[in-house]
């Protein structure tokens, strides 16, 4: 901290939960680094720069979207979401972060949340209208979505956006976790290498020993460096890479698809039907990417476990 800037006034300003998110964050890649000598004030930069951005990210997420059986209906994304109209009640009451916000917060009925979806796409035999001609037999693809996740549900918009963006901020830092949880894993493939070498050293005759001890050098030399690039000195140098370039790692895409109510793509410019839709994709989320949109949704009352587990079991016994 600059201490002129401090005495006289003009100490940079900074976001009141900015000392809690750098806590947070620490706690999730490795509580010791509290005890260092450059906690808090190295990671400032980084976590604010990722804090931020999770803001914007959240904030540029489309919707609200009207999740009920009139929009199902009515709005083409919605419908374009969804199987059928039996499938959005299943989505809402099989969410268990939805109930248990509506278990704790009972009155509320109104709910803002994020939907995500997998989309995928499968190549199908169908029919075609081509002017007035009809062609059967013709290899089609359908885009439908699978795995409906409805988290960071809240009474309001605004407050679901900032859940959301902790929950995106949340996976920033897994990102940097997971660059310190490799290296980890480098220096444990390293001791390995070295026990194999060590046995066959143990094990070599003259003629061969020379070959084995210049790869054991290397090797030792290359698992120094591995632990030391694990002393907690040099997990700053991970914030860094990952928060101060955050839509590397976490970011929106948007895909335009052209569809008709079966969901079928139509693509050729000669096609009459379909209707062109906007998804957005959440990339770097985790391994597969999400199709999400915020969506908000009303008259939601809270069911117990038991009758939702009833009402799956009907539903795999149809």
């Not at 450059?38 to 803001?55: F, K, N, T, V, W």
């Not at 030399?221 to 955050?246: N, R, W």
């Not at 590397?248 to 009459?272: F, K, V, Y």
């Amino acid at each position: 901290m600059n201490v002129f800037a401090h005495l006289f006034g003009h100490e940079p300003s900074q976001p009141p939960d900015l000392l809690p998110a750098i806590e947070r964050a620490v706690n999730g890649v490795e509580p010791l680094l509290k005890q260092t000598s450059g906690y808090p004030d190295d990671y400032r930069a980084p976590i604010q720069s990722a804090l931020e951005y999770a803001r914007t990210l959240a904030a540029q997420l489309p919707g609200p979207v009207e999740i009920n059986r009139e929009s199902y209906a009515g709005d083409p994304l919605v419908h374009a979401l969804f199987p059928s109209v039996e499938s959005v009640a299943d989505a809402l009451g099989s969410s268990l972060a939805l109930q248990n916000h509506l278990r704790e917060y009972p009155t509320d009925g109104e709910v803002y949340a994020l939907m995500g979806m997998r989309r995928i796409e499968k190549a199908v035999v169908g029919m075609r209208l081509t002017g007035e001609v009809v062609q059967h037999d013709v290899m089609q693809n359908m885009i439908y979505f699978t795995s409906h996740t409805i988290e960071n549900p809240a009474a309001s918009e605004v407050h679901a956006r900032e859940l959301v963006a902790m929950s995106l901020f949340d996976r920033l830092i897994g990102k940097v976790a997971q660059r310190i949880a490799q290296r980890k894993q480098e220096k444990q493939v390293l001791m390995q290498e070295k026990d194999v070498l060590m046995a066959q050293l143990r094990a070599a005759d003259e003629h061969s020993r020379p070959a084995l001890q210049e790869q054991l050098a290397r090797l030792v030399a290359d698992l120094q460096s591995a632990i030391g690039t694990l002393e907690l000195d040099h997990y700053q140098e991970d914030f860094v890479a990952v928060l101060l370039e955050p839509a590397q790692h976490l970011r929106l895409a948007q895909t335009a698809i052209r569809l008709d109510s079966m969901g079928i793509r139509r693509d050729n410019a000669g096609e009459a039907h379909g209707e062109t839709i906007v998804f957005d994709d959440l990339i770097g989320y985790d391994r597969r990417n999400w199709t999400v949109t915020m969506v908000h949704c009303s008259d939601l009352q809270y069911e117990e476990f038991a009758s939702r587990l009833e009402r799956a079991y009907r539903t795999l016994t149809v």
